[in-house]
Nanobody, 116 residues
Framework: QVQLVESGGGLVQAGGSLRLSCAASGIIFSMSAMGWYRQAPGKQRELVAKITSGGSTNYADSVKGRFTISRDNAKNTVYLQMNSLKPEDTAVYYC??????????WGQGTQVTVSS
């Protein structure tokens, strides 16, 4: 059983920064792709950033240059550094673990609210 626990969300003013963390249990973390998704009220969940087991990254166009995803396999943790936050970044952010397409696990989500 894989458990993902997100932390680091909160309320921040536009232009501010937050760092989200997602700690994973289990032994498959280092072999898994990790992603951050978000869902705003009334909208579909969307991919924000993803990092493969080998460290390759990709980002949604809306966050390129502002957000950075990273991972620490020794700590079974993935991070999302969010800078220059905008009100439109307000959403519930979810951590995702994908193990070679064989399983998909989600965290409970953490709220990020950016005030203007």
């Amino acid at each position: 059983q894989v458990q993902l626990v997100e932390s680091g969300g909160g309320l921040v003013q536009a232009g501010g920064s937050l760092r989200l963390s997602c700690a994973a249990s289990g032994i498959i973390f280092s072999m898994s792709a990790m992603g951050w998704y978000r869902q705003a009220p009334g909208k579909q969940r969307e991919l924000v950033a993803k990092i493969t087991s080998g460290g390759s990254t990709n980002y949604a166009d809306s966050v390129k240059g502002r957000f950075t995803i990273s991972r620490d396999n020794a700590k079974n943790t993935v991070y999302l550094q969010m800078n220059s936050l905008k009100p439109e970044d307000t959403a519930v952010y979810y951590c995702n673990l994908n193990f070679r397409g064989l399983r998909d696990d989600w965290g409970q989500g953490t709220q990020v609210t950016v005030s203007s």
